[in-house]
């Protein structure tokens, strides 16, 4: 089989720009490893920058998470023993966000290409790439006892952290960063209405959380020693946990009951550099993982394909290579800036296993900049909102 871009995984980021793709009468073919009903059932995200939302608007897939999802106008922070403090996206940017699940977001997309006619082929398994640095590259895969072959132009690597698009970099054209963290996020999901805002609790203890997907569904997390397991965590251990952290008042509003859903996430920031190599491209969380605090890592697929797509529509309409010569760098200037918010969240918000008094002392004194500094609260809300897109 021919197709001028093959997209290896069938995420959002795949999905997304095999949508785009599509959309601009560029040929492409999407191979999934899973079926579509295990994709669907990853429960992730649920907080959307301006900028997911704009896109999935101008795409067409923004009428749902519009009548249904929850705008808002930032993100609150409680405080053991410390006044809270509202990140204020909307006063300092202008901008919302979105409370709106990524399990939508897929579901959206999977429809999105079935109704276009858009080839997503589900159980390929042993998908190998060949001739990347050629103009000529092809994937295997088998289907069904069979191996097949996809002839391309480009190959996007939209296959998350463990698949095999980054494998196919040669070691010595990449270069990794790693930070794992030494502890993970318990979470579990609620058929219950959520509290008002996205709420970061800092307790001696360790983070929690409360997020929200419906008013009828709400999501919370707390930080948890990195080899615990789902099951280690009883519902009635969970909540326990969960509003022993949050300042008793808010802990009376939170509704509790059986729990839908319980996983344990482990927290890491990785980046892969460079993004690109000859005629592959990698998207999404093949290329960099940020710990969940910050919210970031749907949002930065989605600016990877918005980046990725105007280099393939340029290249295909106009045969001009300008923009996917600068795709990785471009990209990754969001990457980092990204890596660092989150980065800073993390340690701002959680225990660390064996940390001294100094370390919490400059924890203590990062918040209190916060609370008094305007200028402090301006550059929060400009990171955490996600830098504006290059032209
Ligand atoms: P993925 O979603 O990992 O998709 C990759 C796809 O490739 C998968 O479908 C996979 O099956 C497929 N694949 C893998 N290997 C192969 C192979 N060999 N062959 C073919 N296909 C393959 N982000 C936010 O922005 N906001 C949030 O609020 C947020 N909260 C989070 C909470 C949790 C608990 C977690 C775990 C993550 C959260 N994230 C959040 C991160 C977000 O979910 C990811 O960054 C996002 O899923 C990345 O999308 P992706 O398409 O790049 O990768
Ligand atoms: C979710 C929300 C967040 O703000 C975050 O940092 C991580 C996850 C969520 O809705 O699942």
Redesign the pocket.
Known sequence: MKTQVCI???????LMLSHILDANGIDNLV????TKAY?LGRI????LEHNTVEMLRDYGLGERMDREGMPKDGTQILWENRPDFFIDVKKWTGKQMMAWG?TYITEDLYAARERDGGAVICE?AD?TLHDIESDAPHVTYVKDGTTHRIDCRFIAG???????SRQAIPRSHRREFLREYPFG?M?VMVEKPPVSNFTYVYHSDGMAMA?QRTPMLSRYYVQAPITDKPGDWSDDRFWETLLHRFPPDVAARIQTGPTIEK?M?PLRSFVSEPMRHGSLFL????AHIVP?TG???????FSDVFYLQRALVAFFKTGQGALIERYSDTALRRVWSAENISWRLTKMLHVFPGEDPFEQKIRENDYDLLLHSEAAQHALAYEYIGLPFED
């Not at 290896?8 to 795949?14: H, L, N, Q, R, V």
């Not at 191979?31 to 899973?34: D, I, K, M, P, V």
């Open positions: 290896i995984g069938g995420g959002p980021a795949g191979l999934e490893r899973q994709v992730r995200a649920g907080v990524q390929a998908v939209c296959d998350g952290f463990h698949g095999p996020w979470g997020a996983s996430a998207a999404g969380d093949s969940p919210a970031k890592g749907l949002n930065l697929a």
